[in-house]
Each structure stands twice: as structure tokens, then as C-alpha cells.
């Protein structure tokens, strides 16, 4: 299982990016992914997660409306669309899967570990 995430960057306050997730070695159709991101100095937190048996989305209130959560099977990618930027979005952001279907109790925001990991792509918000 490899997840590689890309498409981080420099972007002003208001701005939009999209980051994509490729895996290989597995399918990602069966597997529910999610966008996770860390500031130096501080804990990982969740960003969204998209459940694979339902497609259900998650995400953390900070992001909630702003970011959006897709994956496309037939490509085997996944996305975090990024729009109106805030300079507290600036982290390092990370792709990550888990085999495991996640629910409202059970996803990236609590209950549920997910144990596939990307190296990180960097986003930078800031004028």
C-alpha cells in the first residue's frame, strides 16, 4: 500500500488548491481515505474522510464548506479540494487509507485509525 500526496504549494488568503492522493498497490475503491494535515510544533489533526462504503464525507469544522473530499476509483486518486484559503490552513498535508468503512461514530475525527500513509505536500497560505 503506497499513498503519495502532491499538488501543495504558496497561495494567497482567498485563493484555492487542489491536492491529489495516487495509490498504488491497492485498489482505493475499498479502502475509506482521508486528509490529515500538521503544523510543526503541534498535533496531526483530521481535515476529511470519504467512507468507501457509502461515499459518506467527514470533516473537521474548520474546513467544513471550504474543503471538499472526492476520490475517483477508475484513476485509483483521491482529492482534497481546497477553496478560500486561510492562512491558519498552512500545514503539511497527508493522504491516508484504511480498509475499514467509517461511520458517523467511527471516522478520521474520532474512533477509527487509519493505517496507510503518504509522504506529506506542503500548503502555504499566505500574502
Known amino acids: 500500500v503506497q499513498l503519495q500526496a502532491s499538488g501543495g504549494g504558496l497561495v494567497q488568503p482567498g485563493g484555492s488548491l487542489k491536492l491529489s492522493c495516487a495509490a498504488s498497490?491497492?485498489?482505493?475503491?475499498?479502502?475509506?481515505i482521508g486528509w490529515f494535515r500538521q503544523v510543526p510544533g503541534k498535533q496531526r489533526e483530521a481535515v476529511a474522510c470519504?467512507?468507501?462504503?457509502?461515499?459518506?464525507?467527514y470533516y473537521a469544522d474548520s474546513v467544513q464548506g471550504r474543503f471538499t473530499i472526492s476520490r475517483d476509483k477508475d484513476r485509483n486518486m483521491a482529492y482534497l479540494q481546497m477553496d478560500s484559503l486561510k492562512p491558519e490552513d498552512s500545514a503539511t498535508y497527508y493522504c491516508?487509507?484504511?480498509?475499514?468503512?467509517?461511520?458517523?461514530?467511527?471516522?478520521?475525527?474520532?474512533?477509527?485509525?487509519?493505517?496507510?500513509w503518504g509522504r506529506g505536500t506542503q500548503v502555504t497560505v499566505s500574502s
Open positions: 491516508a487509507a484504511t480498509p475499514y468503512y467509517l461511520t458517523p461514530s467511527t471516522n478520521c475525527l474520532g474512533g477509527r485509525t487509519f493505517e496507510s
Open positions: 470519504l467512507s468507501y462504503r457509502d461515499g459518506r464525507k
Open positions: 498497490g491497492f485498489r482505493l475503491a475499498v479502502y475509506s
